[in-house]
């Protein structure tokens, strides 16, 4: 009953944004640059995240724009289901009768791919600073930055959590009988608290690096930019946080799901080698670690996903703000960004399709009836 009257009110959510949003199109923002030289075209942007336009001419914000009317409704759609399925797979966890570490770490990868949806859609309704009460766009220009700083920190977690989860599987396909006393759910949960944590208070940076200014109206509409504050502007620190966010959120959870996926891998295949030479060549099995396959689907989306937002920042490490009036830097910015948020998404799919006790749970869970634990191992039986 809980998915269905979220899926009800995120849909409700959308339709009331298109009904209320469908004045402010790009005429506006057209209507305003064309009094106006290429020069000047910075202070005229398309939402209160005005720095990606800053030195852009007229013909590529209005390019810019016509993309992000098209994008911003796609992600809304996309934020809404990343809320809904999320809560669900939380749902599932919790419909097991007995914790276990990877399951720990798929509850906070959950929960944390929830903050981002939620995030995203709160930032979607911002971008549209024209359409929506004028008390509300006040209130949106303290705190659009905190939001995307939330954003940020729940997005670099769930990388981090999802890096836990690789490592762990690791760990129990190499050492099997040491597991339990290395691994256990008190430690994971600490692991992910303690990273959750540590990742909000560093990202609650971004209010104070950069704020929102007003424009001036163009018809009924106020436009906002956002520049840098003299702490922002700051080169040293920019570089810091930038460098921060670029290691815990792309670097090193790449690094780390390259060699532990690689490693465990390799394991594997030596493992399976070993029983077709003592079973004189007969073809074995692989070794069954529950989670594996679903781990290593995570991480490949993981790299899908993410690989693009990644060159984005490391171009922003190198070249600074010297690529910000680029128009292929600002388009590869915004399908970075998409492609981000999109991981929050896919996440259920591959426990919906790797693991089959999920598969069942999650059945019960869109049915809403709940079974009891036996009649639920007997169904698991039933696939193996």
């Known amino acids: 009953m809980k998915i269905y009257v979220l899926a009800i009110c995120s849909c409700f959510f959308i339709l009331l944004e298109r009904v209320c949003c469908q004045a402010i199109t790009g005429d506006h923002v057209a209507s305003t640059l064309d009094g106006e030289e290429a020069s000047n075209s910075s202070s005229s942007p398309f939402n209160v995240a005005g720095l990606r336009t800053n030195r852009l001419s007229k013909a590529d914000i209005r390019y810019l724009e016509s993309i992000k009317g098209v994008e911003i409704w796609i992600s809304d759609i996309v934020n809404c289901f990343a809320i809904i399925s999320n809560v669900a797979i939380m749902m599932v966890m919790q419909r097991h009768k007995s914790s276990s570490v990877p399951r720990v770490y798929m509850t906070g990868l959950a929960a944390c791919d929830f903050g981002v949806g939620v995030c995203a859609l709160i930032t979607s309704l911002q971008d549209r600073n024209g359409c929506v009460p004028k008390t509300y766009r006040a209130i949106c220009k303290y705190t659009y930055w905190a939001i995307f700083g939330f954003e940020t920190s729940a997005s670099m977690s769930a990388a981090l959590i999802a890096t836990l989860l690789s490592i762990d599987r690791c760990i129990a396909i190499r050492k099997p009988l040491t597991y ?26 971004y209010p104070f690096r950069i704020e929102v200014k ?21 080169d040293a620190y920019r570089k810091i946080f930038n460098g921060y966010e670029f290691l815990l959120r792309f670097a090193i959870p790449l690094f780390v799901m390259t060699i532990s996926n690689t490693w465990t891998l390799v394991i594997i295949r030596r493992q399976v080698k070993r029983r077709e030479a003592m079973s004189n060549g007969m073809v074995q099995e692989f070794p069954k670690t529950k989670y594996l396959t679903t781990t290593v689907g995570v991480v490949v989306i993981f790299f899908i996903t993410q690989l693009t937002r990644a060159g984005y920042l490391t171009t922003a490490l ?28 896919v996440n259920i799919f591959i426990y919906y399709i790797f693991d089959k006790e999920f598969r069942c749970l999650m059945i019960d869970v869109i049915c809403c009836c709940r079974r009891k634990p036996n009649a639920v191992q007997k169904i698991v039986m039933k696939f193996q």
Do not use: P, Q, W
């Open 180 to 205: 339990s006393l290395k691994c256990t759910v008190h430690r994971a949960k600490i692991f992910s608290f303690g990273v959750i944590v540590t990742n909000l208070l560093v990202s609650i940076n």
């Open 214 to 234: 007003d424009g001036r109206e163009g018809g009924n509409v106020r436009y906002s930019f956002s520049e840098f504050t003299d702490f922002g502007s700051i």
């Open 318 to 345: 190198i070249m600074g703000l010297d690529n910000r009036g680029i128009l292929l830097n600002a388009l590869v910015d915004m399908f970075g960004v998409f492609l981000a948020r999109f991981n929050s998404v």
